[in-house]
């Protein structure tokens, strides 16, 4: 089945450095990937969608100059939590749909950040 | 956008069939009904989507009701590694669309 990988699995930083976490289909190219970031005993929650070569569309609530996704490729979307504090410690997961469309989202392991 | 309903928790025996209810009463015709799971501290796991037939995979089978305000996912013979977070779904945009993820059912499956 498609894979998508993401790394670090887990980083832990100091409060005010930014940290970035990629997100990659190995083996399909994504036109369309989605951010999501839970919290412990939570659910999902949706960041933003981003496209191959354009700018993301956040969620209502969603700073988008402090989470900076970056989509250059069909197989690489990027997402920089920028000064980082200890509230933004959390999961963020990445998900992939194929270019060509199968209906299926395709989920990454997941990043766990902390920011002491 | 639609929502779902689903019982906070279950339970059941392993071997058995667990079946997953789901209100999605405010759903439009062309919004599909996925289904994911999440085993703890790992990505959701697909398992299957449907927007008006039943669907059945080597993993489980969707029922859709005839109005399509419910559904239930059945696993037909459930094991100890089926215990996770199931998460029924309406993906808002048809099947390119996003998808909101609700609170979501906790299945305990019990030796």
């Known amino acids: 089945g498609a894979v998508v990988s993401q790394h670090p699995s887990w980083v832990i930083c100091k409060s005010g450095t930014s940290v970035k976490i990629e997100c990659r289909s190995l083996?399909?190219?994504?036109?369309?990937m989605f951010w999501y970031r839970q919290f412990p005993k939570q659910s999902l929650m949706l960041m933003a969608t981003?496209?191959?070569?354009?700018?993301?569309?956040?969620e209502q609530g969603v700073e988008k100059d402090k989470f900076l996704i970056n989509h250059a490729s069909l197989t690489l979307s990027t997402l920089t939590v920028t000064s980082a504090h200890p509230e933004d410690s959390s999961f963020y997961i990445c998900?992939?749909?194929?270019?060509?469309?199968?209906?299926?989202?395709?989920f990454g392991e997941g990043s766990r950040l902390t920011v002491l | 956008d639609a929502k779902t309903t689903q019982p906070t928790s279950m339970d059941c025996a392993e071997g058995r069939a667990a079946n997953l209810p789901c209100n999605h009463s405010?759903?439009?015709?062309?919004?599909?009904v996925y289904w994911y799971r999440q085993i703890h501290s790992q990505g959701p796991q697909y398992i299957i989507h449907?927007?008006?037939n039943n669907e059945t995979n080597e993993m489980a089978s969707l029922i859709i009701t005839e109005d399509r305000k419910s559904s239930t996912l059945i696993l037909p013979h459930a094991t100890l590694r089926d215990t996770a977070v199931y998460y029924c779904?309406?993906?808002?945009?048809?099947?390119?669309?996003?998808?909101?993820f609700g609170q979501g059912t906790t299945l305990q499956v019990k030796p």
């Open positions: 083996d399909f190219q994504a036109t369309t």
């Open positions: 981003s496209n191959e070569g354009s700018k993301a569309t956040y």
């Open positions: 449907g927007l008006k």
């Open positions: 405010t759903i439009s015709g062309n919004e599909y």
């Open positions: 998900s992939a749909r194929m270019a060509i469309n199968t209906g299926e989202l395709f």
């Open positions: 779904i309406v993906r808002v945009g048809g099947n390119t669309g996003k998808l909101i």
